[in-house]
């Protein structure tokens, strides 16, 4: 288990951290990987509110994606030697080589 609470109050990796500075938040070129990853959502009494809703709505589009089309692996260098299913680790364990999809209508 990580303790997501701690993470996201690390001085290291964030300036003043125990203060709530929405404008940290407010730049285009925030990346969800590496140090971005850790958008804090808060817990407990003060966690946000819509996030059960966002869950909801995340799953419905992928069900709607999943529902509409067919999914065929894309032809790249590295798809016409197979699927590579090598990871790479770090906090959660990711795909080496990303995976391709093309969608096709039905």
């Known amino acids: 288990m990580l303790n997501a609470w701690a993470i996201q ?10 203060e709530f500075l929405p404008d940290r938040f407010e730049k285009r070129d925030v990346d969800f ?7 804090p959502f ?10 059960t809703f966002g869950i909801s709505v995340a799953e419905y589009a992928l ?3 999943l529902y509409w089309f067919d999914w065929k692996v894309a032809k790249t260098d590295a798809t016409v030697q197979g699927i590579d299913m090598n990871e790479r680790y770090g906090i959660t364990v990711n795909k080496k080589v990303p995976l391709l999809l093309q969608p096709i209508p039905f």
């Open 42 to 51: 808060g817990g407990g009494r003060r966690g946000c509110p819509g996030i």
């Open 9 to 18: 109050r690390d001085p290291e990796l964030w300036e003043r951290p125990d």
């Open 63 to 65: 069900a709607n994606l």
């Open 33 to 39: 990987k590496g140090q971005d990853l850790y958008i």
